[in-house]
């Protein structure tokens, strides 16, 4: 009778002690033209990222040319000096690079990444369209009918135009941040080359800008690398530009925008808080993220888990803009879908939560799973050096020390129950928010109205 074969099992392998981290700290300097330059050496990433930070903010851009910033951006990797668009599209993919832009309310964003190998090409490339942009009057116009023709899809997308309506809702007329980042076709079809040309010469130049570099620079000779590129790039001297203050009117009330026969109605309810620079701001991260940051947060498991209303609810805070002097403001804001017929139950559970959550606090439980879920699984959020360096012209753009994340981390480790629930009540007071409602109107309206959280206004769909 044959033996049969015993096997050897082998001890299970046993995790080791887990190695400390923090989030990378860059290192500062600057360019003899002026331009402001954040380093990150990150062994193994052989992919580097770079971002580019330009003082060209939306409340800059002139009447009537809402939009400009926008164009602009795009119209950066449209051809320069040296190269057409068609040959400049060409030469990125040569050197496997991508390049991105884009503007928002702080300013203007230009994102490449490239292999290192091939960094030096692509700085050079990215140095000659911050240099010289050709923008060429058939390109800037092939954006505008480009941009034209997103705005109809925009508007007809329930979210964007929840966001449209909170923001108009939220801010004074006067004010740019009432208005479409990306223009409205009054605005974008006013936009022509001599418009783009005018905006940069007036605001693009390296003394205001700030280029963050991240990646392995093992051997490379960075110092050599950004004197021959964004070295070359010339400019005048930076003129103080007064950053006007964000006010937002957050009486209490709703706005529907009528979709007839839509079968569901996106929420977006909000309003404006502290930003960053504010103390409070590790304690409003960590109650938000309790209240609606994830699957197990207090608005999914009623609304999802225990309701059935939406595939899930979002709690949020987003940073708007800040000022070299430490002022700004976040948009806080709750969002998600729920089926028409059960707007305005969702809606009443939705404030039955918020009611609760000022009676009676968080948990410990919930604290430490949030801290765990933000701080314990950030090394993997930042594997990247796009991550990394857009984390840090983050920090840049709203005029945050170098050391921000890192210290960011830290105090939400540190942050208790009791205070992170006094923030997040004070975050969204129950009678303090703008709820904007895109969905049928003759079936959502009553029942909104029953539930007295605001006078109930009705605006047409465009």
């Known amino acids: 009778m044959t033996e049969l074969a015993t ?9 080791g002690e887990p190695k400390p981290w ?3 700290a860059p290192e500062r300097g600057s360019l003899d033209n002026g331009l402001t330059v954040l380093r990150c050496h990150r062994p193994g990433q052989q992919v580097v990222a770079v971002e580019v930070f330009l003082d060209a903010p939306l409340d800059a851009e002139p009447a009537g040319l809402d939009g400009v910033a926008t164009i602009m951006a795009r119209a950066f990797s449209e051809g320069t000096d040296k190269h057409s668009a068609e040959d400049f599209a060409a030469e990125l993919e040569r050197c496997g690079a991508t390049l991105d832009a884009h503007a928002d309310h702080p300013g203007v964003r230009l994102s490449l990444e490239v292999p290192a190998s091939r960094l030096g090409k692509a700085l050079g490339l990215l140095a000659d369209a911050l240099r010289a942009p050709a923008f060429a009057d058939g390109e800037v116009e092939r954006l505008v009918r480009n941009r034209l023709d997103e705005i109809p899809h925009e508007l007809a997308n329930p979210s964007r135009r929840a966001a449209k309506e909170l923001s108009k809702e ?3 007329a006067d004010a740019r941040m009432s208005r479409p980042r ?15 040309r005018a905006f940069y010469e007036r605001h693009v130049r390296p003394a205001t800008a700030t280029a963050v570099v991240v990646g392995d620079l093992t051997g490379v000779d960075l110092d050599a690398l950004l004197a021959d590129t964004l070295g070359a790039w010339t400019g005048s001297a930076a003129e103080p530009r007064p950053v006007p203050p964000v006010t937002a009117d957050d009486r209490g009330r709703v706005v529907i925008v009528d979709r007839p026969g839509a079968v569901q109605t996106q929420l977006l309810i909000g309003r404006t808080g502290a930003d960053r620079h504010d103390r409070v701001w590790p304690a409003q991260v960590l109650g938000t993220y309790c209240l609606g940051g994830t699957l197990t947060s207090r608005l999914d498991r009623v609304l999802r888990e225990e309701k059935g209303y939406t595939y899930g609810v979002r709690a949020f805070g987003q940073v708007l803009r ?11 804001a709750i969002s ?26 968080l948990t410990d439980a919930e604290r430490d799973v949030a801290v765990q879920n933000l701080v314990g699984v950030a090394p993997l959020k930042y594997e990247t050096a796009a991550a990394v360096a857009s984390t840090l012209a983050d920090q840049v753009e709203q005029h945050l020390p170098d050391d921000f994340q890192a210290t960011l981390y830290r105090q939400l480790a540190a942050t208790g129950t009791v205070e992170a629930t006094a923030a997040v009540v004070n975050a969204f007071p129950v009678d303090r928010l703008v709820t904007v409602l895109v969905g049928d109107a003759a079936q959502i309206k009553e029942p909104v109205e029953a539930l007295g959280i605001g006078e109930v206004t009705v605006v047409a769909a465009e």
């Open 182 to 196: 990306q223009g409205t076709e009054e605005t974008v079809e006013a936009i022509d080359s001599a418009a783009v």
């Open 336 to 361: 998600g879908s729920v089926d028409t017929p059960n707007t305005g139950p969702a809606l009443e559970d939705l404030w039955t939560v918020l009611r609760k959550l000022a009676a009676e606090g």
């Open 322 to 332: 800040s000022a070299p002097d430490g002022t700004g403001a976040a948009m806080l």
């Open 170 to 172: 939220l801010f004074p």
């Open 7 to 15: 096997m050897e099992f082998h001890a299970q392998p046993q995790a």
């Open 22 to 24: 923090a989030f990378p």
